[in-house]
C-alpha cells in the first residue's frame, strides 16, 4: 500500500507523524511526504521542518491519501492545486483518510458531502458546513473515508487502517513495536469530560 | 524551557516528534532539533526527513535534553560528538530525557550510571551494561533523568515533564488541545502481556 501525506505550511507534526510511522513499520506499506513542490514545509509551531520528497503531481494514485490538520488548515482549504490532487486521488484510493482539521480540508475538496465525519473537538460542528454530518468521536470510518479527531488520534486511526486493511495480526504486531499502550499522566484528553476552563485553557494554546 | 531534540540517521520519528509536539504547544517552551551539522536527517524507515535546524555546538545549554531512539541507535552510539554533547548537556540541564533505545545513547554517555532506566521492552535489559537499572515501566524519573519505554511512550513522558516543570494545569490544557484521549483497537501495546509470536513479529518490523 502507497500512502501519500500531503503537507501544507502550518500542519501540526504529531498530525503526520504519528500515522505515518505507525502505516511505515507495516510490511508492505511505504509512505511518501508530498507537497505542491517538493521541498521543507515548516509545521504550525515554526520549529519542525519536514521535507515533502515529491511533488503531488507526482505521486497522483496513492492507495491512500492521509491528510494532517493544524492551523495551516486555513490557508490549506483555499489551495486549489492541494484541493484538486485531494479530489482525484480520493476517486482511486482505497482510503481518504485526515487527522484534526485536516477533515477540513477533505470538506473543502468536496470528499465529505453525506458522510459521517469528526475533527478536532474544537472546529468538528464546521464540518456541517461541507455538507457532513459531524460526529464526536475518536475514529470515524464512512466508506472509504476514514476521519480522526485531534492530534494524537491519528495513532489510533493508522492501527485501525492497519487491521482492516492488512488484518488485525498485523495492527496489533505494529502497536506492540510502537509500544502503544497509552499511559497519560491525566485523563484530561477528552473536550466532552473538560470544563469550560480548560477548553478555554487549551484552545488558547494553538 | 529551551528543549533541544538531537537527531541522528536511522531515528524512529514518532520519538521524537511526540514529545516535540506535546511540548512544543506549551507557553514558554520552544524546541530546537539540531544534530552534528545542520541540515535533512533520514528516519529509520528512509522516507521521512526532518530538517535539524542547529549544530549541537551552538546549543550547547539546552533546559531540556531530548534523545530520540530508532534502529540508529547503535551507530548513535559510538558518536563521540553526541555523547560529548549529551555529557555536557546534562550537567546544566534541569531534565535530560530519552524515549525507545535513546536511553542506550544516555548510557553510552555514561548518563544512566547507577539509576534506574527504561527502554523499548526489546532493549531494556541492555541497560544494565550502563550500569543502570532496568525498569520495565513506561516512564521512569530518577533525578534530573527520564526515560520512556518505545516510541509512542514519549508522548506520555512529555506530559510528565510537562507537569514537573510547567504545572498540572498546563500538562492538562496541553493534552486537551492534542486531544490525547488514547483509544487503540486492540490491547496488544505491552510486550509484558504479549505471547512470544506477537513478540516475534514486532520485533520483526525494525
New interface residues.
Partial sequence: MHVVIPLYPGF???DA??P???L????GW????AAPAPG?VLDD?E?????A?AALADVPRPDVVLVPGGPGTAQAMGDPVLLDWIRAAHEHAAWTASV?SGSLILGAAGVLAGRRATS??GVVDGLAGFGAEPARE??VVDGTVVTA?????G??MA??LL?RTSG??T?????????????????????ER?DAA??E??????
Avoid: K, M
Avoid at 24 to 27: D, G, L
Avoid at 171 to 191: H, I, M
Fill in positions: 501540526t507534526a504529531l507523524v504519528g505515518y510511522t505507525v511505515a513499520f507495516a510490511p511505504t509512505v511518501t511526504f521543507p509551531r520549529s519542525l521542518t519536514l521535507t520528497a484534526c478536532h473537538w475518536r475514529v479527531a485531534g492530534v494524537s488520534a495513532i489510533d492501527l485501525e487491521a488485525a495480526d495492527a496489533r504486531a505494529v502497536q506492540l513495536v510502537v509500544e502503544y499502550d497509552p499511559d497519560p499522566p491525566f485523563d484530561s484528553g477528552n473536550a473538560a480548560l477548553r485553557a487549551a484552545l488558547g494554546l494553538i
